[in-house]
Structure formats: C-alpha cells, structure tokens
C-alpha cells in the first residue's frame, strides 16, 4: 500500500484495463476478483476505505429473514450461502450469532404477508407466531444440506420470560435461529483489499483520490493527499460507489449524455450503548423485534457494549447523514417498547453512526418494500469514452458474490478469462486458523516474549495476523495507551501497512476505540503523536489534523470533546481506585 509507489506507477504507465470508484466492501471485492484474475485495475476511494455505508451496517452477516416477505428468495438463499462462506472463510471476525424473535401474536401478520408477496402496496404490520413459523421454517430448508448451526426452536411465554425477564410482559411466544455477526467489518474491507494487492503489480489502490474527464480525452486523477493530478486511460470503469453512483456518473458523462438516477437510498442509524446490565440481559443472543409500527429493530452484545438499532429513511445526499435527534428518540423507543424496565442515560450512548443502505431507484412509498437485491448495468462510454459498469444495490453480507457478479461481466466485456475462484478462498487473518487455538496462542506467546493475554488480544483482533503484528511490536520499545488495550508499536504497525492518511482512518477504522466507547481523549491525543511523527507533520499541520477529528467525531457520531475530556477523569478514578482495594 506504498502510496508514493501506486503514483509513480500510474504516471510511468497511465493505461489500466479496469479502474474502480469505491472503496467500500463491493468496490474492494470487485477489485480483489479482477486482480486474482490477473487483470490490470486500479481502485480508487474518494474518502478512506469502508468509511461510508460499509462501515455503518449493522454488524449482522445474515440471510435477510424479512426479504422472504417480498418475494425475494433469491436474495436470502445467496445470502445464506455467503453467510455461511464467510463464517468458514473469516472465522477471525464472523461468528454464529443467536437471534431471538419476540412474538406478541399469532396471526397477525399473515395476510398482509400474502398480500405483500403478490406485489400489492400494503402497510408493514406486526408479524405472528405463524408468519415468523414460516419464515424460519424457510430458513431451515435453505441450509439444511450445509447444517453449520442449529435449527430454529419455538418458546411459550413461560420459557421465555424465565430466561429474559425483562421482555415486555405482552409477549406470547418466542423463536430463536441461528444468523451470524461481524466484530471489525472495516478490517475485512482492509483485509479484503490486500487479497487483491497481493496478486502482483497489476493490482493498484488509492484512498483519498478521485477521477474527473480530461479534457483532452481519458480521466484526471486528483490524488487529494499530495495534491497531485495525472491521467490515467481505463478501458472499463466500474461505478461502486453505493449511494453516491448517480453522483459519480455526474463526473464521468457530459451533462447532456448523463443516465437516469439508479440508486434510491434509505438511511439506518445506529447506536451504542454502554449499559452492562443490559448487554448481560441479552446472554449472548441478538434480540430481533419489531417496533410498534412494525419496524424491524435489532439489538444485541457488541464489543463489551450494546448495538440497538436502526431507521430506514430516505435520504438525497449521503454525504451528510448522520443519527439524528429524532432518529435516537425513535431506537430509545423502541427499546423501551420491547424491555419496558431498561431505563438508558443519555451519557450510556457512547457511540453512533448512520449510512445509507445502496438500494435502486424505487418510487414505493414504503422504503421497507424497495428491493434489496444487487444487480449491474453497463452504461455506454459517451464521445468515445470507456464504458461504465455500474453495481446497483448490493447488502454487506453478500459482497463476495457481487464483485464476482460484477468481475465476470467486465471480463467477458475485456475478453479475459476468470482464472480462479474466491468461493472457498480464506483471507487475512482467517488464513491458517487454528484448531488449537490456545495451542497456537502459547507458541506465539514463547516465540515474541509477549504475555499470554496480550497475544490473546491480539488474536481476538487480527487473527492469524496476529502473528505479524506481535513479531512487530516485540522488535522494539512499546508503550500501552492510556486504559484503552492498545499500544504504540501496534498503532505504528497499522499506520504503516495500513495506508493510515486520516487520525480518523486509524480510531474509527482500523482499530476499534471509537467504536467501542473506549476512545478518550488522552487516547486520541497519544495516537496523533504517534501518527504525526510517522508522517513527519509539522505542529500545525498535526493540530488541524486534531481539530478535524474531533469535529467528525462530534458531528457524525455523537462524540464530543468534553466527553472524551470527561473519560480521562473516568478512568483516572477507576485506576486509582482499583490500586486501592488491590
């Protein structure tokens, strides 16, 4: 990821056969199925790698049990499929994940079932004990060759308030199922975009860069962290750049020639929630409800914490989103809806973010009923331009699936063969996994001087890259941060193999300390030393670098300055108080 190496290739050899906008997860997958393939391609990110809405998911790898209500039974075989491939594939980040139903009827729900599934325009409503029944019964049959994890099962009330008491009393039934979630899906794009890089020097990335027409025919790539412009000559451009597609056609046809709208996005927000009690309630498992208007919610452990979530709205500009007021009002709510007696403090939201879900253009007036299918469409090239291959829709868990989609319909454009298959292909840290996994912790542990936990931790992060990074940080003098479990030389290790350009990219993205709530502002302060000094900034390039951070992080995610401020002092007294009774 030498980014000063990327430039001088381009400027020695502007010719590349496909070059990619967007660095979110189906922009990354497309790039690492053209680059195995051995084709020439360039990938290019306006902002850092899965900073938009591939790293505002939900963390769920899932089938879509609602898309069975529209019909869309392609769509949740698939996705289970890739489910189960990345449970197999990345068992460092993916794990089965218990999903519990609460169930307040039993035939509501049913007809407008039908009635959805024909087509026809009709309101969301509650769902009952025999829809949910059928939808699981579904679910079943489509894993039952693969078996991974365990068939649904149906609780009555009784059994189900003995183990979550603090469901709403109203509750008549439970079902539990078996989906998975995802604890560092930003470490997967990453892990993801080195699979491709891997393949050779035909594979190229940038974040933080951009493409506009030239005037002299070709594109200018504007690299927005030297400054620096040159032309690059693709010969195929795909347009994977989710919620933004319509607005990079905008740059890459004339006015005149422009294509109609394809996408149609919907915003979900979400939030964390420190709130122990809460996340012990839970007992591991996903609680998976509907609101009162029929709105699916999720909630369930996240990080030591709690994810509760999320909306669906429309939104025009996914530049901008972010949680709203009334948008947090509404997820409170609906936590209250379904555990009456969980009572959250506005200081337990240490987390929040929004992005917006890449579905098509669709005039229904109910964003819960737009399809959420991927499929792509090639717009020709105009005045001789190349063509553009556009990937509409797309849900995280299916990318592997879409880039292979989108990669054999731009080879059998090319004229290029596929070489091999991503299907079974493990990457990053799921590489080598380990069966023993204490067995292979010890000898880590022996080898690098590290203790035992540490490793483990490190572990828990990288997976088998964990091996690389403790080699790494035992080479030299560390230093943990202030209460947050990481240390300098980790942070420099990301820095440097990571195309870390943004304080952002490294808090938010490559590790796990904003997300987490864990990030404070001794924290944040020590990683922009480390970071400056890695860069060679200057005093007052690091402070606006500061000031950029903490505004992103108050706008966009809820954060602000004298909370981080305020988790010194938290952590300072719970220090001091643990040496005392120690």
């Not at 933004?244 to 149609?264: H, K, Q, S, V, Y």
Request: hydrophobic share 40%; aromatic share 8%.
């Amino acid at each position: 990821m030498n980014r000063e190496e990327t430039l001088d290739g381009l400027r020695n050899s502007p010719k590349v056969d496909v070059c990619v906008l967007g660095g979110g997860i189906n922009g990354l997958s497309v790039f690492r199925e053209l680059a195995l393939q051995g084709v020439n391609v360039l990938l290019l990110e306006r902002g850092d790698y899965c900073s938009g809405a591939s790293a505002a998911l939900s963390r769920m790898v899932h089938g879509g049990l609602r898309y069975l209500e529209n019909g869309e039974f392609s769509l949740v075989r698939e996705s289970l499929v890739e489910r189960d491939r990345l449970l197999r594939n990345a068992p460092h980040y993916v794990a089965p994940l218990p999903t519990t139903v609460p169930i307040f009827d039993v035939f509501s729900g049913l007809g407008n079932g039908i009635v959805r599934f024909l087509g026809l325009t009709r309101r969301p409503s509650r769902r009952g004990a025999i829809t949910i029944k059928a939808g699981l019964g579904i679910y079943d049959f489509l894993t039952r060759k693969r078996a991974l994890m365990p068939k649904h099962q149906f609780r009555g009330r009784r059994s189900t308030l003995a183990k979550w008491p603090a469901l709403n009393s109203a509750i008549r039934n439970s079902a539990t199922y078996y989906d998975a979630w995802v604890s560092h899906p930003e470490r997967i794009g990453v892990e993801i975009l080195r699979d491709g890089l891997s393949a050779g020097p035909n594979a190229a990335a940038l974040n933080y860069a951009t493409i506009e027409q030239a005037p002299a025919g070709g594109f200018l790539l504007r690299d927005d962290v030297s400054g620096e412009v040159l032309t690059i000559k693709p010969s195929l451009i795909i347009n994977a750049t989710g919620g933004w597609i319509d607005i990079a056609n905008g740059a890459l046809f004339p006015e005149d020639t422009r294509p109609a709208p394809l996408m149609g996005g919907t915003k979900g927000s979400h939030l964390i929630i420190d709130h122990p009690g809460l996340r012990d309630m839970l007992d591991g498992h996903m609680i998976y409800y509907e609101n009162e208007d029929g709105r699916i919610c999720i909630l369930f452990p996240y990080l030591g914490k709690v994810l509760v979530g999320s909306t669906d709205i429309r939104v025009d500009d996914p530049g901008t989103v972010r949680c709203e007021a009334d948008e947090r009002d509404y997820i409170l709510q609906s936590l209250a809806f379904v555990l009456p007696g969980i009572v959250i403090r506005p200081e337990e939201i240490v987390f929040q973010f929004a992005g917006v879900r890449p579905l098509p253009a669709s005039t229904d007036s109910f964003t819960g009923r737009i399809p959420r299918d991927h499929f792509c469409t090639m717009l020709e090239g105009s005045d001789g331009g190349p063509p553009v291959l556009c990937m509409i829709g797309g849900k995280w868990t299916t990318f592997r699936s879409f880039g292979e989609l989108a990669a054999d319909m731009a080879l059998e454009r090319l004229g290029l063969p596929r070489r091999l298959d991503t299907a079974e292909r493990t990457f990053g840290g799921g590489r080598g996994f380990p069966d023993d996994r204490d067995d292979w912790l010890r000898q880590l542990s022996a080898t690098t001087g590290l203790a035992a936990d540490r490793v483990a931790t490190l572990f828990t992060r990288y997976g088998t890259d964990a091996a690389e990074i403790a080699r790494f940080i035992s080479a030299g003098a560390d230093q943990a941060l202030p209460h947050a479990g990481y240390s300098a030389r980790e942070l420099i290790h990301l820095i440097r193999s990571e195309a870390v350009e943004h304080l952002d990219d490294l808090l938010l993205r490559r590790t796990t300390l904003a997300v987490s709530g864990e990030l404070s502002l001794d924290v944040a302060d020590v990683a922009l030393a480390i970071l400056a000094a890695e860069k060679g900034w200057p005093p007052q390039r690091a402070a606006e670098e500061r000031a950029r951070f903490l505004t992103l992080l108050n706008d966009r995610h809820g954060v602000s300055e004298e909370t981080l401020s305020a988790r010194n002092e938290q952590r300072s007294e719970l220090c001091e108080t643990s040496a005392r009774s120690g």
